[in-house]
Structures are given as C-alpha cells and as structure tokens.
C-alpha cells in the first residue's frame, strides 16, 4: 500500500446533481452517483467551503491482481 500525500474529503450531493468542475483531479478522485445521492471523493484542496463534507480521510493506492475462474 501506498498512501497519497493529500488529505481527501468525502462529500455527498443530491443524486440529481451534476459532476461540479472542483470534482477534477489528477492524483485521485471518485465519482459514484446513486438515485440517492452523488458521492465524490477528491482532496481536500479542492472542496469549496460552502460544500458540506467528512475531512481529513487518507487515500492508499494499492496493486490488486483480479484472477477469474
């Protein structure tokens, strides 16, 4: 495992919402869109203040070798 250097944040947004630009990055990011909600995970850095979100998560990347029958 490898940890990423930046502190990222979960934010959860109405599932009818649109993929906001500030969602972009180039280390790491996740967009998962529910009929509940738009879940994104991004850094911290790129979270406008007025978005209401869980800080302060760490993000490790890890090799994941899938074998199927």
């Not at 944040?9 to 630009?21: A, Q």
């Not at 180039?26 to 979100?53: D, W």
Request: charged share 25%; net charge negative; with cysteine.
């Amino acid at each position: 495992m490898n940890p990423l250097e930046n502190r990222f944040g979960v934010c959860r947004l109405e599932g009818n919402s649109s993929i906001p630009d500030w969602a972009d990055c180039n280390e790491f990011c996740s967009i998962t869109r529910t009929s509940e909600e738009l879940s994104i995970v991004c850094p911290e850095e790129n979270i406008p203040s007025r978005i209401i979100c869980e800080k302060d998560w760490n993000v490790s990347r890890s090799k994941v070798l899938w074998i199927s029958p």
